[in-house]
Structure formats: structure tokens, C-alpha cells
């Protein structure tokens, strides 16, 4: 009997723990906005349906040659690269931040530059 | 391709009720209205089917041993990686030497994509990724491209590359990444804003002016006047593709 209730006691020793690390949570995403100004459209907006504008854009813009848009990559990323590392990825990057909080992949980086005004450089052939 | 409309009738009739009730309104019909978009600053019209881009290469002012275009070219699209076998790396533009064995003439000219009016890569393309604007030019989009690569295959000019590596060089508005077909884009980005394609410039900068770059639709631009005086020839004509690249002097 005795036995019993220091195993249930541990059980439920463990389960406390367990919640209370679960209450402090994985970290909230760094969001740093370090060129506060206005956005195309407001923050509640542009956190439910940023995906949606920039889809309906990107075809737009590659398929039928609209450009200068108001929602468009480019102008996300110059406005909100860090002003550190210049980027909108890396670990307190605007997009990836939250992007792993939420743990939505994008795949934007293995093509878009992720860095505003980069400039890259040829090579001779 | 259409775009995907993922409107909903609630998000419609919401918004319709805020327009209503906002300034932004504009009665197209008694009962019927037409909600208007403010913007800051309007976007560009687009792609127009009136336009079609188009090239002359005069092969006899093109210099052998002269590859400003291949640079401006790389350098404008950011192709820049090194790959272990050179055969994989990205050619949007190439130099290519002929000689005639028995005449013994040479020429030399760039090849690149010739803007196909009926592009056979854009027939195969199985997910609809190669596609041509209205405008005539040519490209890829990247987000539908699965890199399966049957575009190459049926390219009669071998105009395309395939990205074999990661790549984190690009620039901000030239996209490009592993996995996916590519190739000459008659430098979009600078055509949209009203600018020459970085290869046409290269050469002018040379100073061997052999390339000429416009709108073949509009009488009175330059390349549609000197093909209409002078006879230029469509790489492969028999293939009936008619092409946006014309050369002049093979």
C-alpha cells in the first residue's frame, strides 16, 4: 500500500512538473519591427491573410507583368530586414520567428534573397 | 494557369457591407455598385498582347573572343555558383563560334532563348510552369516548376538550365533556386520598367552594337524597321516556332 501511494505521488509530482513547464510554453516569436511606419494593411490583417496577398501577387506579377503592387516580396523585406544581419530570416528574423512559433515552413528563401538591397555579384564565365 | 479565387461569399459580403457604407463606392447600376481600390500608387498595366518583344543579332559585327554579353548577363541575373562539373552550370547565354569547313567563313554569335511564338517547352510542360506572357517572353515560374526537365529536352536550342545546388546568391529580383528549369527571361525585371536587356546594353557598351533589342510589333521601332529592310534568319525555321530572336548575317 505504501508502496503504491509513493508511486502515485511520483506519478502526480511528475505530471505538475510536466504542466508547469508546458504553462511558461515554448518562447513567443521575436517580432521587431525596426522601421515602424504604416504597413500595406493593418496588423491583423496582414498576420491572417499576408499569404493569401502575396500568393494572388506573385502570379499576377510572373504571369500577366503587373508590377509596383502594394503587396509584394521586395517590399516586405525592405522594410522589415533586421538591421543587424539585414535579413528577414535567421533566428530573430520578422518571417522565420515566427514562422518556426507557428512551425509553417516556407519555402520563399530557396529562391527570393532574403536580404533587402542585396546585391549579388556574377561571375566571369 | 487562372488564379486560384479563394475569396469567400462571406469575406465578399463583408467587404461589399464596409464599401457600402464607406465613401469608396461607385454605382455602376441603380442597386449595383462597384466597390473602387485606393491605392498610393497605382500598379503597372502589365503584359500587353499589342507588344511583342523581340531580338536582332548582327552576326557580323558580334566579335569572336568577346563575351560582354555572358557577363552582363550573369551579372544582372546573379549566376554566380561554382559547380563541380562545369557541364551543370546555368547558361542563360552562351558565345558560340561557326566555321564553314569548305569556305572557311566564320561567325560568331550569343544563343539564348529565342522567345518561341509557339515555345515548344511551354506545349510540354507538364505542370504548366513554362509558360509565355503577353508580350511574348518566355519564362518559367518557379513556384509551379517541379524540375522534372522535359522543357530541356524539348528546346531546339538548348536554351535551358536546370539549378543542380543550393543557392543563396541571388538577387532581390532575380529569383532562382535548386530544382527548377530556367533560362533567358529577356531580363523581365528591366524590360517591365522600360530598360534593355543587360546583354544588349554589354554590347553597345562594347561598342559592337550587334545586338538589337524592341518591340517587333511596333512599326516604328528600330529592330521592327531593320528587319522589314534588311534579310534575317530564324534559327531552325523549319520548325515553324517563329521565333523573337532573329540573326542577321548567318
Not at chain 1, 1 to 22: K, Y
Not at chain 2, 71 to 81: D, F, P, Y
Not at chain 2, 128 to 135: E, F, I, T, V
Not at chain 2, 177 to 202: L, Y
Amino acid at each position: 500500500m505504501v508502496r503504491l501511494l509513493a508511486l502515485m505521488a511520483f506519478l502526480i509530482m511528475g505530471a505538475v512538473a510536466s504542466l508547469a513547464a508546458h504553462a511558461a510554453g515554448v518562447p513567443k516569436p521575436v517580432i521587431k519591427i525596426e522601421n515602424p511606419g504604416q504597413c500595406i494593411a493593418a496588423t491583423e490583417d496582414m498576420r491572417v491573410n499576408h499569404m493569401n496577398m502575396l500568393g494572388h501577387q506573385r502570379d499576377r506579377s510572373l504571369r500577366q507583368g503587373i508590377r509596383g503592387e502594394k503587396a509584394n516580396l521586395n517590399g516586405c523585406i525592405n522594410c522589415h530586414a533586421s538591421k543587424t544581419t539585414g535579413s528577414v530570416i535567421g533566428k530573430d528574423g520578422f518571417c522565420e520567428s515566427c514562422h518556426t512559433y507557428t512551425a509553417v515552413k516556407v519555402d520563399c528563401w530557396q529562391c527570393h534573397q532574403p536580404k533587402a538591397g542585396y546585391k549579388a555579384a556574377g561571375i566571369k564565365p | 494557369m487562372t488564379e486560384p479565387n479563394d475569396k469567400s461569399r462571406r469575406g465578399f459580403l463583408g467587404a461589399a457591407a464596409v464599401g457600402a457604407a464607406g465613401l469608396g463606392v461607385a454605382a455602376i447600376a441603380p442597386g449595383l455598385h462597384l466597390i473602387e481600390v485606393s491605392q498610393a500608387s497605382a500598379p503597372s498595366q502589365g503584359a500587353s498582347s499589342k507588344v511583342r518583344w523581340g531580338m536582332l543579332i548582327d552576326t557580323t559585327k558580334c566579335a569572336s573572343g568577346c563575351d560582354a554579353c555572358v557577363k552582363a548577363c550573369n551579372t544582372e541575373n546573379g549566376i554566380n555558383e561554382v559547380l563541380k562539373d562545369p557541364r551543370q552550370a546555368s547558361q542563360w547565354i552562351r558565345k558560340i563560334d561557326l566555321k564553314d569547313p569548305k569556305s572557311g567563313i566564320a561567325h560568331s554569335l550569343p544563343m539564348m532563348c529565342q522567345h518561341c511564338e509557339h515555345p515548344p517547352c511551354v506545349d510540354v510542360c507538364p505542370t504548366g510552369a513554362s509558360m509565355k506572357r503577353a508580350d511574348g517572353i518566355v519564362l518559367v515560374d518557379r513556384h509551379t516548376c517541379i524540375g522534372c526537365r522535359y522543357c530541356m529536352l524539348a528546346c531546339p536550342y538548348k536554351a535551358r538550365s536546370f539549378v543542380h545546388m543550393t543557392l543563396t546568391e541571388q538577387n532581390p529580383e532575380v529569383p532562382r533556386g535548386q530544382g527548377c528549369v530556367e533560362s533567358c527571361t529577356f531580363c523581365v525585371q528591366r524590360v517591365d520598367k522600360g530598360q534593355i536587356p543587360a546583354c544588349v546594353e554589354a554590347c553597345a557598351n562594347a561598342e559592337h552594337n550587334a545586338m538589337l533589342f524592341g518591340d517587333l510589333n511596333d512599326l516604328n521601332s528600330a529592330i521592327a524597321q531593320r528587319v522589314a529592310q534588311v534579310k534575317t534568319t530564324q534559327v531552325r525555321a523549319d520548325l515553324k516556332l517563329n521565333v523573337g530572336v532573329r540573326y542577321q548575317g548567318i
